[in-house]
Structures are given as C-alpha cells and as structure tokens.
C-alpha cells in the first residue's frame, strides 16, 4: 500500500515535522480534496490571508508521475485578492520533486524573522538567509538558485518576484522556467511570511508498478495522448489557436470587455505567434504533449553599440488576451515585452492586465486624471505607455500606481468605476466573452476562474441543450467532475483523456479497488461541499455576486446578458451547492481526521 506523507514547516521555530497523512489520502484522495481539508481543519477561526498564522498548503496526487499528464501541484491559501478560498495549480517539475522526495503534502505556517527561502531535500528542511536576493526579478531569482542549491535528484524551484515582496494582491509563485501558481495572489502570501522562494528536491524514487495491468493503461494511455488528436491541438499551436475562433465568433475581449472582437487579431493569433516567434515547446514533468510555447524576444540594452540579449517568453491564449486584445495591443513583440516585465516583477498577467484595461477605462471616462496618472495619457493600444505604467506600479510612483497592483475590485471601489470593473468575486475576468455561462462560471466557481467549470464550452455548445436550465446542470456537472480531476492533480488538458471510467481503470492497475465511479461520484459532491463550507466561513455570500453593470443588454455570440438571468442562475447553482454543504457536513460527522 502506498504511504503518503506530510510536511509541515513552521516558520516561527524554523522547524519542520513529516507525518503518515496516508488516512488523510484515503479520505480526500490528494490534491484539492486533502488540501481543502487541512486548510479547513487549520482555518476553524478565520485569520488574515497576510497575517502569520494563514496556513499556505501544496498536495499532489495518488497517480501523480505514474501515469502521464499527471503533473499538477495544488496549492490552497486565504486569497489576498479575494479575501476568501484561494487554490491554484502549477506545472513544472514540483509534483515530481514532491513525488521524488515523498512530500506528497507540504504545509507552511508562521513567518520568518528574515528574508529567507526554504530547501527542502527528501524531509530535511533548512532555512537559508535571502537578504540578498530581496529585491531581485523572479527570473534573476530562479538562476541564482538553480547554481545555488543543486539539491538530490529531482528539484524544483518556486519563487517571488518583487510584486510579492510588496505584497500585491496579484503576486503570482513562479515555479521552474514557466509554470505559475498565477492566480489570487499566492505571491503575497509567500512574502508575507518573508518567503522568497522554495527550493524542492529529492531521490527517493519508487519503483513503478510491475504488472502487466499498469503496462498496459499506461501505454494506451500515452498512445492516445501523443497519437491521437485529443491533444494534439495544444502540441501544435496551444491555447493561443483560440485567438482567431474567439474573434470571429464576436468573444474575443477587446478594450476592457467593450466587444467581442479585435481588428487586430490576425497580428497576435496562435498561427501569427507559431509562424514567427515560437522557438520551442516544453513540457511540465512527465508529459509528453509539449504545450508550453516559447517564443524568442530581443531586448536592446545597448543601441548605439547594437547590443541586444534574446529571452525565452511562454506565451499561452491568456497573456495574449490580456495584454493583447483587451489592451487593443496587436505588436506580438510588444507583448512578449510586457509579458517578460511582469514575468519579472511576478505578477499575474490576467489580473495586471485587467487592471490596465480598468484604468485606461477610468482615465477616458474622467475617472481618474493627470494628478493620478502623472500627466500620462492612457489610451488602449499604446504599449510604450503601458510599459511605463508597470514601472511606476513597480515603483510605487505615486498612490495610483501602487493601488493598481491591488487589482480592479480595490481600485474600482476606491476610486469609483465600478460599472466598467469585470471581475467575479474580486478576482479579474479570464478571456471569455461567449455568454452567459462563462460569467456564471466565473462567479460560481471556487475559485472565480475559466478553470472551474469552463462555461465557455457550454457557450459555444449552446445549440445541444434543451434548456437554459440544463446548461446550469452541465456546469455544475463539470465543477463535480473537477474535484475529482483536481484532487488527482491532473492537467485539465487531459481531461477528455482521463474519463471517470479511465481513472477506476488507473486505480485498477495500481491494486486499488475500492475507487469506484460511484465512490468518486459521492466523493466530488464531499469535495466541492467542503470549498463551499470554507468559503463561507471566510465570508462568502451568494449575494455579493452580481454582474457588472456594463454587461447589462451586452450582446454576446450565445446570448443576450441580463442581470435577472444572472440572478436566477446564481440563485439555482446556490441550491445544489447548498445540497453539497448539508452532504459534507453530514460525512463530516462521520469522518475523524
Ligand atoms: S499539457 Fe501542457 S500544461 Fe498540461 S501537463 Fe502537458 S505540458 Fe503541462
């Protein structure tokens, strides 16, 4: 039987302990299940997400690294940017580090007296001085280390950028060369607690399984995922081949949410980037599809001597969204420079760049003036501008350009606005203008993202359902299933790959019989109840959703927006959601951890 295991790091004595959480494993399966839960057993009185005692959780999952595409790192916190339930995945090599060091739960409480980052080898902890690196770009970061701390074996490295030094509520974790913990603001939690970064690693691999059964799954499954087409699309173009689609069907965000299609598009589309600047495909640990695209950008440092440096810049649908289209951008290098600075500074680029839209909105509406923007004019399309603006947020030049790395919500209520504000729950909007169930997706969802439900998909699938009704059905179906994806901390690439019937087979090979469908089935609803009983005890209410006044009659390709039907929606999904809650609380009684 598989063992798993607990870290857990107290910053405040510098130690650490490692636990059995095999029970816990069993209980939650991994991932966001067992994170939830001992954020749910540490959380019993809420805490501020900056303050010491605010826990910060990693998790993997029971068929992590040995099966493909398996490659995620949960990680669940107090959101700083939300003020409620934060979860973010990453990529990257951690889940092997953890895997290979049998970590399979790191928790983090206290805060360090000091600037200081972690190593962690196999269950040693040491806590190194970081004085030195305070300060420096999440990029610089990362190299000095990766010479630094060669570690045992397998090693990953997560660090801060100086947003997160700061702070900012939009501070994302940046984990090995490309992959982030990106949203809700995981970066200021770390910095709270004068974390720089975490260096992971280690050698205690362990042996596959050895029976035919496993062979088998296995290499069916990587035959479909490499040979088949059900991923092939994001090999070959990646998520940026949804620029063009999304144009053409009037749900491309263009300039702060105004229409739903770019003039510039065909400049910054999946095929223009693929023909001209991609340089590589790269792939998390233990993935063999290669969707993380690397384009070449040269930067001039020195013009009159024609001295440039080149950089690798992962670019994805998101960045291009939201420092392209919404920004009325369509330079592909001027987005891979806005994307290198943030990449820099450690932000999160979809919450930055809706911030940047909110502004340039507020600016054109008189919102805001020469005093706030130090005589700047801020327009949509000038990109020299906007790199300006990151180096005066990045400086704090004046009380405007630090507020605007506190993200829209903050801005909006202090400085009015709100009418044009597009987040959900306090979290900036992704890039989807297909209707009405990607806004409610948004605002449903745990964590207010794309990544919920994906009700973009049941948008533009519209047409196949009998009702609106079951249109909600299927994105609370979709949330269910994710709980199950998430806890097994696979990438939700995958998930056309992972059916629930392929993942009782996974469990099959591996000698464990007793992860049924039904069981999983049962287990989603615990899962998803659980988030829903933390999010209230942090302060969520369904009523403090809403949709922003300036989709009000917007005409998108499924639908008309109105606020009645948003409300209904809301006021449906709560029901089932509070089903789930009775559920929990009902297993709750029955389960000791
Ligand atoms: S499909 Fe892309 S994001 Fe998903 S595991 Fe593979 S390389 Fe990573």
Not at 199 to 219: C, D, F, W
Request: glycine share 8%; aromatic share 10%.
């Amino acid at each position: 039987m598989t063992k798993y295991y607990h870290l857990s790091i107290d910053l405040d004595s510098s130690t650490s302990t490692c636990q059995d959480c095999t029970q816990l494993f069993d209980e939650w399966l991994g991932g966001t299940g067992v994170a939830t839960k001992l954020f749910s057993e540490y959380c019993l009185k809420p805490c501020e997400p900056l303050s010491p005692d605010a826990p910060v959780i990693f998790a993997i999952g029971p068929l992590n690294i040995i099966f493909p595409v398996m490659t995620k790192t949960v990680a669940i916190f107090h959101s700083p940017l939300t003020g409620n339930l934060g979860e973010s995945h990453a990529g990257g090599r951690l889940a092997l580090a953890m895997f290979e060091s049998q970590n399979h739960l790191i928790s983090i409480k206290g805060k360090a007296s000091y600037p200081s980052y972690i190593v962690i080898e196999n269950h040693q902890l040491r806590i190194e001085k970081a004085k030195s690196l305070w300060g420096f770009s999440a990029t610089s970061t990362e190299r000095i280390l990766r010479n630094k701390e060669k570690g045992l074996g397998k090693r990953s490295i997560m660090r801060i950028g100086p947003a997160g030094e700061r702070l900012s509520p939009l501070a994302c974790v940046t984990v090995d060369s490309s992959r982030h913990f990106g949203r809700l603001g995981l970066g200021a939690v770390l910095g709270s607690k004068n974390i720089k970064a975490i260096v992971i690693s280690g050698n205690q691999s362990l042996p596959v399984p050895n029976n035919k059964t496993y062979t088998k799954e296995y290499l069916k499954l990587h035959q479909t995922i490499t040979q088949s087409t059900v991923m092939k699309k994001y090999h070959d173009l990646g998520t940026p081949m949804n620029v063009l689609p999304l144009h053409y069907s009037g749900a491309l965000p263009t300039r702060n949410f105004t229409q739903g299609f770019f003039e510039g598009a065909s400049h910054i589309s999946g095929e223009a980037f693929a023909e001209n600047d991609l340089v590589q495909q790269i792939s998390c640990a233990g993935c063999p599809v290669g969707c993380i695209h690397m384009a070449s950008h040269r930067e001039v440092y020195d013009p009159q001597n024609h001295m440039v440096k080149t950089f690798k810049v992962s670019y994805d649908y998101e960045l291009i969204f939201a420092l392209g289209s919404n920004l009325s951008i369509s330079s592909r290098s001027e987005i891979l420079k806005l994307i290198l600075e943030c990449e820099r500074q450690g932000w999160d680029i979809m919450s930055l760049g809706g911030t940047l839209a909110w502004a340039t909105e507020a600016y054109r509406k008189g919102i805001i003036g020469a005093k706030e923007s130090m005589g700047e004019h801020l327009r949509f399309g000038d990109s020299a501008l906007y790199h300006r603006i990151l180096g005066y947020i990045s400086q704090h030049a004046n009380p405007f350009y630090a507020d605007l790395e506190k993200g829209v919500a903050y801005c909006s209520s202090k400085y009015g606005g709100k009418e044009f504000a597009v987040h959900f729950g306090g979290n900036e909007a992704p890039g989807y203008l297909t209707g009405m169930n990607a806004f409610l997706g948004f605002a449903l969802g745990v964590r207010h993202s794309h990544l919920d439900a994906a009700g973009y998909d049941i948008d533009q699938k519209s047409a196949q359902f009998a009702s609106k009704t079951d249109q909600l059905l299927a994105l609370y179906r979709e949330s269910l299933e994710r709980m199950i994806f998430n806890s097994l901390t696979a990438c939700l690439f995958s998930r056309k790959v992972y059916t629930s019937d392929q993942i009782v087979r996974c469990f099959q090979a591996l000698d464990d019989t007793t992860k049924t469908k039904a069981y999983l089935e049962a287990l989603s609803h615990r899962i998803l109840g659980l988030k829903f009983e933390c999010k209230f005890r942090l302060g969520f209410s369904w009523d403090s959703l809403s949709l922003s006044q300036c989709f009000e009659g917007f005409s998108t390709p499924q639908s008309v927006l109105r606020s009645e039907d948003f409300k209904a929606g809301v006021s449906l999904f709560s029901k089932w959601i509070d089903e789930d809650r009775k559920l929990h609380r009902k297993a709750a009684t029955l389960i000791r951890f």
